[in-house]
C-alpha cells in the first residue's frame, strides 16, 4: 500500500531530526575526547613522562666511605680495609641448595651466616642479591670467579668495612661501629636515607658514635634501569658521595699501647695530659676488649664472657665511672683553707691517730697517730686528722668551690661515650638529692674525698694539671676534624694565689722525694724528671669498730672486690711540668704499692718517649724494671698489627 506524500514528508522530517541529534551527540563526544586527550596529552605531559621514567629508572644509593681515625702522629686507629663477599640472586640461582652444595666444596661457609642468608632470601624478593658470606679471602673470591659457570646467581664483590689495627689499645676511646637499628633510626627526627642501606654501619660508642655524622659523609647516588618487576638491567650513571672527614686525635699511640700493656690484666685506668695545652696523650682501661668483634658481628659467648667478667672490659673507666678520689682530694681541701686564710702553712695540728667530731671518732690511718703535722708534712705522710681539722675551719662551700674550679664534678666534653660528671656535694645538693640535712660529719669525711665525693680518672687529670700550672686547663681529645683544628684546652689562670700553689707543690714534692713520703719507693732519679705527686686509697666498706677494736684486715686478706681502691697523682717534671698523670687501680689496695709505681713506669716513658735508662729508677729497682721492660716489650712486639696475622 502506498503512503501518501504527507506522510512520507514527515517520516523523513523525524528522521532528519534524530539524525541530526545523534550527529550532535557524536560530535559533542568526539570533542569532549578530543579535549581530554589534548590535556592529558599535552598538559598534564610533563607529570606522565615523570610517571614514566620512574618506572623505567631507580635511583639507588651509593654508601660514602667512612672517614679515618689518627693519633698525634698520624698513625691509624680506625681505618677501612677491603671486605670481600660472596652473594647469591635466588632467581639467577635456580636450585638454591644445590649451587650452595657446589659453593661449600670451593668456600668454607660460616652455618650461622648461611642459615641468616637463607632466611634473608626466603623474605626477600627473589632478584635481590643476598650475602650468603662475609670477609673471605682473595683466593675464595678466586676460586668462585674461576668456577662461575658452575655456579649461577653467585657474585663476588669487593667493599670497605671498618677496621681497628691497634685492636684493644682504643677500643674504649674510639669505640666501634655496628648495624644501624630501630633503637638507631628512632634517634633521628628525619633519618637520613643512607642509615636504610641494608647492612649499613654506624658508630654505637665512643669517638664513632659522638662524630659520627661528620665521619659517615654523605651517601652517592646512582641511576639504574629496570623492567616492570624491578630488575636492574643496567647502571646509566652515578654520583659518588662525599667521604666522611678523616680526624686526628691527640693521643699517642705507642704511649697508650705501653700502658695497656703495663696494666696488663689489672682493673684499672690510666690518664696522661699536656698541661701546657690540654691534648690528653693516653687515655686507657684495663682490661679492654677487640672492637673488631663488634664489626664483625660479635659472637653470644664472646659477648657474655665479657659481660661477666667482674673486671668490666667494657667499661671506660677512665671518664665513665667514678670513684672516691681518697687522699689526692686533700689538695682540694688544703687550697681552700689557704685561700679561706684559716690556716697558715707552718701552722700544725696534733694527731693521736683519731679525732672526735660530734660524739663520733674520725680515724687517720696511721693508728698510732703522726703527732705534730703542718702542710708539706701533712701531705707528704697523708695525715687525716689534719685535714678533719681544716674541714672543721673551712666548712663544706669552700671546699666544694675550689674542687669545682680544679675541674672536679664537671662533665668535660672530649667525644667519648658517657663521661661522668663525678660529685662534689654540697648542703643544697645533699637537701635536694638525699632530703635531709648536711651534718659535720659529712664534711669531715670530704676533706679526705671520702664520704659523698666521687671522682673520675680524667678529672683527676685536670685537677693535677691546674695545681701544677695554675691555669684552667680544659682535656682534649679530637685534635683535628677534616682541615680544622679544634681549640686547644689552656684558659685563662685560675685566680689562686701562687704562693699558695707553690706551697701545696712543694709538698707533693715531699710526697715523692722525701725518705717520709708515701711515694718515696716509687721516685724517680733522674733529676730533670723528677715529679711531685699525691697517693690515695678510697675503702670500698665500712670498717666497724670491733674490726678496729682486733686490727684492721689486710686488704690482701680480703676478697678482691672488698679492697680497697689505689690512686695516684702527678705531674712532672717539677720544675717545669709537662705532663700530668693520673691512676686508678681498682680494688688494688694502697696508692703507693699498686697505683704510684704504674704511675712513675708511665710518666718516664712518656717524657723519654721510650723506655727510660735503668739509672732513671731506683737502684733496688732496676733489676726488677730491666725484666719488666723486657716483658713488656714483647707483649708490644706480639701486639704490632705489622707484626701480626688477622683473623
Known amino acids: 500500500m502506498r503512503r501518501a506524500p504527507k506522510d512520507t514528508a514527515e517520516s523523513v ?19 569532549a575526547l578530543g579535549l581530554r586527550m589534548q590535556h592529558l596529552q599535552v598538559d598534564q605531559a610533563d607529570e606522565f613522562r615523570l610517571l614514566a621514567e620512574e618506572n623505567r629508572i631507580n635511583i639507588r644509593l651509593i654508601p660514602p666511605t667512612r672517614g679515618q681515625i689518627f693519633d698525634r702522629n698520624g698513625i691509624i686507629i680506625a681505618g677501612n680495609e677491603p671486605s670481600y663477599r660472596i652473594t647469591m640472586v ?8 644445590e649451587v650452595i652444595t657446589r659453593l661449600s666444596a670451593l668456600v668454607e661457609l660460616d652455618e650461622d ?17 643476598v650475602t650468603v658470606a662475609e670477609r673471605v679471602t682473595w683466593d675464595d673470591i678466586s676460586r668462585v670467579a674461576v668456577n662461575a659457570p658452575a655456579l649461577p646467581g653467585v657474585t663476588p664483590e669487593v667493599g670497605l668495612s671498618r677496621s681497628y689495627p691497634r685492636r684493644g689499645d682504643f677500643a674504649h676511646v674510639v669505640g666501634y661501629v655496628g648495624p644501624v637499628s630501630e633503637r638507631d633510626l628512632a634517634r633521628y627526627e628525619i633519618p637520613d636515607p643512607v642509615l636504610r642501606i641494608p647492612r649499613f654501619q654506624i658508630g654505637k660508642v665512643g669517638i664513632e658514635a659522638r662524630h659520627e655524622e661528620v665521619l659517615r659523609g654523605r651517601a652517592g647516588a646512582k641511576r639504574v634501569e629496570v623492567n616492570a618487576v624491578g630488575r636492574v638491567m643496567r647502571e646509566l650513571d652515578r654520583r659518588e658521595g662525599t667521604p666522611g672527614a678523616d680526624m686526628q686525635l691527640t693521643v699517642d699511640t705507642k704511649l697508650q699501647s705501653y700502658i695497656n700493656a703495663r696494666l696488663g690484666e689489672e682493673s684499672a685506668s690510666v690518664v696522661v695530659m699536656d698541661v701546657t695545652n690540654g691534648d690528653l696523650l693516653g687515655i686507657a682501661s684495663s682490661p679492654s676488649y677487640d672492637p673488631n668483634k663488634f664489626v664483625r658481628g660479635i659472637s653470644v659467648s664472646d659477648f657474655g664472657e665479657l659481660r661477666e667478667n667482674d673486671h668490666r672490659p667494657l667499661a671506660s673507666k677512665t671518664v665513665q665511672d667514678a670513684y672516691p678520689p681518697g687522699s689526692t682530694f686533700k689538695m682540694v681541701t688544703v687550697l681552700a683553707a689557704l685561700d679561706a686564710g684559716v690556716v697558715a702553712p707552718d ?45 672543721l675551719k673551712v666548712g663544706i662551700e669552700r671546699i666544694a668551690e675550689t674542687a669545682r674550679r680544679l675541674g672536679l664534678g664537671e662533665a668535660f666534653s672530649i667525644g667519648m661515650s658517657a663521661v661522668t660528671e663525678g660529685l662534689v656535694p654540697n648542703k643544697e645538693w645533699k637537701e635536694r638529692e638525699r632530703g635531709s640535712g648536711w651534718v659535720i660529719g659529712d664534711t669531715v669525711n670530704a676533706s679526705i674525698g671520702q664520704g659523698f665525693v666521687l671522682s673520675s680518672p680524667l678529672q683527676l687529670a685536670v685537677m693535677t694539671a691546674r695545681l701544677a700550672t695554675g691555669k684552667e686547663v680544659t682535656p682534649r681529645l679530637v685534635r683535628r676534624i677534616g682541615d680544622t ?21 712543694r709538698a707533693m714534692f715531699a710526697v715523692s ?8 719507693g716509687s721516685r724517680i732519679i733522674d733529676e730533670t724528671f723528677r715529679m711531685a705527686g699525691k697517693t690515695g686509697t678510697s675503702q670500698v666498706r665500712n670498717i666497724t669498730a670491733a ?42 689496695g694502697g696508692g703507693s704499692a699498686a697505683a704510684a709505681p704504674i704511675a712513675r713506669d708511665v710518666t718516664l716513658q712518656a717524657l723519654y718517649g721510650n723506655d727510660p735508662p735503668l739509672d732513671a729508677y731506683p737502684s733496688k729497682d732496676r733489676e726488677r724494671i730491666r725484666s719488666q721492660q723486657e716483658r713488656l716489650q714483647q707483649v708490644l712486639r706480639e701486639n704490632d698489627p705489622d707484626g701480626r696475622s688477622r683473623a
Request: a neutral charge; charged letters at 25%.
Open 13 to 31: 522530517r523525524k528522521i532528519s531530526r534524530r539524525g541530526l541529534f545523534l550527529g550532535g551527540v557524536q560530535l559533542a563526544f568526539a570533542g
Open 90 to 97: 635466588k632467581e639467577d640461582a635456580g636450585n638454591v641448595d
Open 113 to 129: 651466616e648461611l642459615n641468616r642468608a637463607l632466611t634473608e632470601m626466603q623474605r626477600s624478593a627473589p632478584f635481590l642479591p
Open 347 to 391: 701552722e700544725t695540728v696534733w694527731c693521736p691517730g683519731h679525732m672526735e667530731v660530734a660524739g663520733r671518732r674520725f680515724h687517720c690511718w696511721k693508728r698510732a697517730g703522726h703527732g705534730h703535722m703542718n702542710l708539706e708534712q701533712s701531705l707528704r705522710e697523708s695525715c687525716d686528722v689534719y685535714y678533719y681539722d681544716l674541714a
Open 485 to 505: 683544628e679544634t681549640v686547644e684546652g689552656v684558659g685563662n689562670d685560675l685566680g689562686f694565689n701562687e704562693n699558695h700553689l707553690r706551697q701545696i707543690r
Open 513 to 520: 722525694n722525701n725518705r717520709r713520703g708515701t711515694a718515696y
Open 547 to 588: 674490726e678496729r677494736a682486733r686490727g684492721v684486715t689486710r686488704n690482701e686478706d680480703l676478697p678482691w672486690n672488698r679492697r680497697d681502691h689505689a690512686l695516684f697523682v702527678n705531674y712532672a717534671p717539677y720544675e717545669a711540668p709537662k705532663i700530668a698523670v693520673s691512676v686508678v687501680v681498682e680494688h688494688g
